[in-house]
């Protein structure tokens, strides 16, 4: 695992969209898989400022969700796919074709979770993996005592994750779905590079158990210890218990 301290979110923006130049230049198809929360938000603002100058372009890349809430209307304004389309797809020049995630609102959700395994793997698997961590450890919606093993499925949302997330639901925690479909630790784990992004004070304890700690399933993000090609970006305060 090779940990960066950086001195704001804006310079972690910097760091991996220079990761994702490189691998535009390396591959003709690449895959990106993206997250949602607010850690990525500086990734998706730089991308969208070197798309804009010509400094680089995702017309031939393809993307992945992480995970998607269920029980949101399609056209909710914190559905997952609307909030990367707002903060990923509309600003830079990806085709919104080629940008995929769990279907949150499929009829048979079951069946949903399998056809977004085969999607992942008939694109080749995911090339580079932009991830963050919630407060209890969790990755993408791996919540805690999630099989490390596990694949796209339904999840039950624990209340932390719904407290921390009301933040997005006008302060409602009510609002918050109680599910959600999400890759499993197994599925991200397939990913060729993982960059993990967290800033604040909040998520010191998470990251110390992810980097320091016994791997253990009370601890998802700890299987990313198993990974050969791990980057984790952290400001000092997440930081600080390392
Ligand atoms: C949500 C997402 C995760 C994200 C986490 C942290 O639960 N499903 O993918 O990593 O929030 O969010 P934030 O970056 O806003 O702290």
Excluded at 216 to 222: K, Q, R
Excluded at 227 to 242: C, F, G, K, N, W
């Amino acid at each position: 695992m090779e940990i960066v301290i950086v001195q704001s979110q804006e310079q972690a923006g910097k760091l991996v969209a220079d990761t994702v130049a490189a691998l535009l230049k390396r591959k003709t198809d690449p895959v990106l898989g993206v997250a949602t929360g607010s850690s990525p938000g500086a990734v998706y603002k730089e991308l969208a400022r070197r798309v804009e100058a010509g400094e680089l372009s995702l017309r031939h890349a393809k993307a992945f969700m992480l995970d998607e809430y269920v029980g949101l209307s399609e056209e909710h304004p914190q559905r997952y796919r609307v909030v990367i389309d707002r903060e990923f797809v509309e600003p830079t020049d990806i085709d919104p074709a080629n940008v995929s995630g769990p279907e949150g609102t499929a009829r048979d959700l079951v069946e949903a979770c399998a056809d977004y395994e085969r999607q992942i793997h008939a694109a080749g698997g995911v090339d580079l993996q932009i991830l963050g961590i919630g407060t209890d450890g969790h990755i993408a919606f791996n919540e805690p005592g999630s099989s490390l093993a596990s694949r796209t499925r339904l999840k039950t949302l624990t209340r932390q994750t719904r407290q921390d997330n009301a933040r997005f639901f006008g302060g409602d925690i009510e609002a918050v779905p109680k599910h959600c479909l999400t890759q499993g630790v197994g599925t991200l784990m397939e990913a060729d590079h993982l960059v993990l992004l967290a800033f604040g004070q909040p998520k010191a304890e998470a990251v110390h158990h992810m980097v320091e700690g016994p791997v253990s399933a009370m601890w998802p993000a700890t299987a990313l210890q198993f990974h050969p090609h791990v980057t984790v970006l952290l400001d000092e305060s997440a930081a600080s218990r390392l």
